[in-house]
Structures are given as C-alpha cells and as structure tokens.
C-alpha cells in the first residue's frame, strides 16, 4: 500500500500507455478546469472545535436509503479496462470492501451483470442520454435486475468538449475493449482512430441527444422504480428545478474538468447548490477530492458525500481491486482523523460554522 494519492498517481501514470493516461489525466480546451477543483478546496479552511468527546468517531453515514463506511464514493468512469484487465469488475469488489459506492458507467468494459455479481456494496448506473431511447430502456430494465439502486444521469454532456490531449493522440478505444453493455454499432464510432480527431468526441456527435430538456426526466422517470440522480448540476436555478422535476439527489460536479472550460470548480458551486435544494434531495460533491479533509469540507458546506474518480483509476492501474481498496481505506483513515481533530464525532457534526470560505470570517450555520 503506498501512503499518499500522489504516490499512486505517479505509479499509473508510470504504468499505463501514453494515450491512456493523457484520456484519464486531460482536461478539455485550455485544461484550466484540471486544477479548478482542487484550488477551490485549497482555499477553504476548517475551524476546528475544542473539548468534544472524540474517543470514538464514527464516519458512517446513509445515501438514498443505503447505509456507508463513511461518506465516499467512486464516480461513474468509462472503460475501466484500459486500467487493469479485470475493470469494473475488481472496482466493484473494492467498492465492497471498503463500504463504498460505486457509480458504473454506462460506457463500462464489463457487464452489468459480472459487476453487480462482484459487487458487495450498492451500485449506481450513470448513463448518457442516447438519441435511442429503446438502449436506455433496456439499460435501465438490467440495472434493476441486477440490483443497482439508483440512475445517474449525466446533464453537463449534450456532447464531448475538445479535448486536446486525445485529439493529438488520434484517441480510440483499443481492440479487446468496449463498452460491452451498449450495442455494438452504437459505439462503432468510439473505435475509429482518425489523426487529430478523439473517437470519443466524434461517437458523442452522432450518438448523444442534444434536444432532451427538462420535460424529458418524465419519460425516464416513468420507466423505473429508481431513484434519479442528476450529475454535473453546478448553479441554484437547476437545483430547484431538479427538485421540482423529481429528482432524489444531484451530483455538483464539473466532469473532470473535462466539459465546460472557464467554469467555476465545483466546490465553488456546493453552496449554492446545497441552499437551493434546501434538503429536498441529496447533494454529491465530485470534483477535486485528494484528502480526507476535503471530505470535512464538502459535508461542512452541506454535502451528503463526495465522489473521487481519477484516484480510483490510480488505484486500479496500480494493482486492481487491492489498490482501489486502498485508495478508499487511505481517505477514510484521513477522514476519520479529521473528524477527531475537528471535534466532530460523527457526519451530522460537521457544519458551516466548521469552515472559513474565502471572504469571510466564517459561514454561518
């Protein structure tokens, strides 16, 4: 086990293809989103409290009615192959052993049903929005099946931004890999290597429906018992309207810094996606997460949890399902550190009054 995030980054970055990381490590057009995360995290600061019983911590805490080791889970990744033969398969397994949740892309490389048979812990399924909706269905219909207890649907998508890195790889998925849960002519494109072109974007284009609005959640949510979760909300107006559409939790993410370049980093827009959703559904943090105390930090600002996703990938690339379980178990060890320094014993202890936000002496519970 190796003690620090950046210790596994440097070791799957020394591991895998150069392609490859550049599609798991690169951002989309300037890359300033890249570090928009984790300068907004650096810049807030605990307040810890004094004298508080802390001799027993307990980090667990509840997610959509399903219980967690701590608040921590993995955000939805495509292709979890191109990082360790056993993909999703070992992730899921982690996942398990650390009390995780694991969100599974609709884009994995294996099937739904081998994760869902590894898995231990709960599974969600994030999905795109195709402009076949019969594949969403039937995905949907397997999900359930299989025992996944929520949907993800991503919102900051109606196409691949360009990502320049994998434009000048002439990215594809390699030969042996594919998103092995959706049709075969429908990722077709995602295949094609073209010089200064990234497969990727290009499938996007022919394949992701850019006309859903709002009044579409209607149909998905008409054919599941599911709960929908939105991933990649980052303002308060869409928060209210989520709520008012329906759905049980949001995901304030800014997709790796891999969509909408320019934008605010997503623990920038926690706030104020927490006040307007006002506790009408859960809120997820993903985005910049590298410590335990950024998990103090995301649950000071009223999260429920928090998603990592590179680091995952990290863990995988370095020595599959083991390392990912480290991944996990090094957080929540920080974490639970945090939370016996701060004087916060448990996650309801942790409020806006535990951290200072640039501008002001501190947030008002």
Same mark, same amino acid.
Request: aromatic share 8%.
């Given at each position: 086990m190796l003690l620090t995030l950046d210790a596994y980054e440097a070791a799957a970055k020394e591991r895998l293809p150069g392609p490859v990381w550049d599609?798991?490590?690169?951002?989309?057009?300037t890359e300033s989103m890249l570090s928009a995360g984790r300068a907004a995290l650096d810049r807030i600061r605990l307040r810890p409290r004094c004298l508080v019983d802390v001799s027993r911590c307990d980090?667990?805490?509840?997610?959509?009615g399903v219980g967690l080791a701590a608040p921590l889970g993995i955000a939805p990744m495509a292709y979890h192959q191109l990082a360790h033969p056993e993909g999703e398969v070992a992730t899921a397994r982690a996942a398990g052993e650390a009390g995780s949740l694991f969100t599974v892309s609709m884009f994995a490389s294996r099937t739904l049903e081998d994760i869902a048979a590894a898995a231990?812990?709960?599974?969600?399924?994030?999905?795109?929005?195709?402009?076949?909706?019969?594949?969403?269905a039937d995905l949907v219909r397997r999900a359930e099946a299989a025992g996944? +207890?929520?949907?993800?649907?991503?919102? $900051?998508?109606?196409?691949?931004?360009?990502?320049? +890195?994998?434009?000048?790889?002439?990215?594809?998925?390699?030969?042996?890999?594919?998103?092995?849960?959706?049709?075969?002519?429908? =990722?077709? #494109?995602?295949?094609? /290597?073209?010089?200064?072109?990234?497969?990727?974007? +290009?499938?996007?284009?022919?394949?992701?429906d850019a006309s859903i609005t709002w009044e579409d959640l209607d149909w998905l949510r008409g054919i599941t018992s599911l709960p929908l979760v939105l991933k990649g909300v980052v303002t308060g107006e869409d928060a209210d309207l989520a709520v008012?559409?329906?759905?049980?939790?949001?995901?304030?993410?800014?997709?790796?810094?891999?969509?909408? $370049?320019?934008?605010?980093?997503?623990?920038?827009?926690?706030?104020?996606?927490?006040?307007?959703?006002?506790?009408?559904?859960a809120v997820v943090l993903d985005g910049g997460v590298r410590h335990g105390a950024d998990i103090a930090k995301a649950l000071c600002?009223?999260? $429920? #949890?928090?998603m990592?996703?590179?680091?995952?990938?990290?863990?995988?690339?370095? /020595?599959?399902?083991?390392?990912?379980? $480290?991944?996990?178990?090094?957080? =929540?060890?920080?974490?639970?550190?945090? =939370?016996?320094? =701060?004087g916060a014993p448990t996650v309801a202890d942790f409020e806006r009054s535990g951290v200072v936000v640039p501008g002001c002496v501190h947030v008002d519970a």
């Open positions: 599609f798991f490590a690169g951002g989309s057009g980090p667990r805490t509840e997610l959509l231990t812990g709960p599974l969600w399924l994030q999905l795109y929005w195709l402009k076949r909706r019969g594949l969403l996944f +207890r929520a949907l993800v649907l991503t919102v $900051d998508a109606p196409r691949v931004a360009f990502r320049p +890195r994998d434009a000048a790889n002439g990215f594809a998925v390699p030969p042996g890999i594919r998103a092995v849960n959706v049709a075969h002519d429908v =990722m077709a #494109a995602s295949h094609g /290597s073209k010089d200064g072109e990234s497969a990727i974007a +290009r499938h996007s284009r022919e394949q992701f008012k559409y329906g759905v049980s939790g949001l995901v304030v993410s800014n997709h790796g810094g891999r969509q909408l $370049d320019f934008s605010r980093g997503a623990p920038d827009a926690l706030a104020e996606v927490v006040d307007a959703a006002a506790g009408r559904c600002l009223g999260a $429920d #949890a928090v990592i996703g590179r680091p995952a990938l990290w863990g995988l690339a370095h /020595s599959g399902a083991a390392g990912v379980a $480290d991944v996990l178990r090094l957080l =929540m060890g920080e974490f639970e550190e945090v =939370m016996a320094l =701060m």
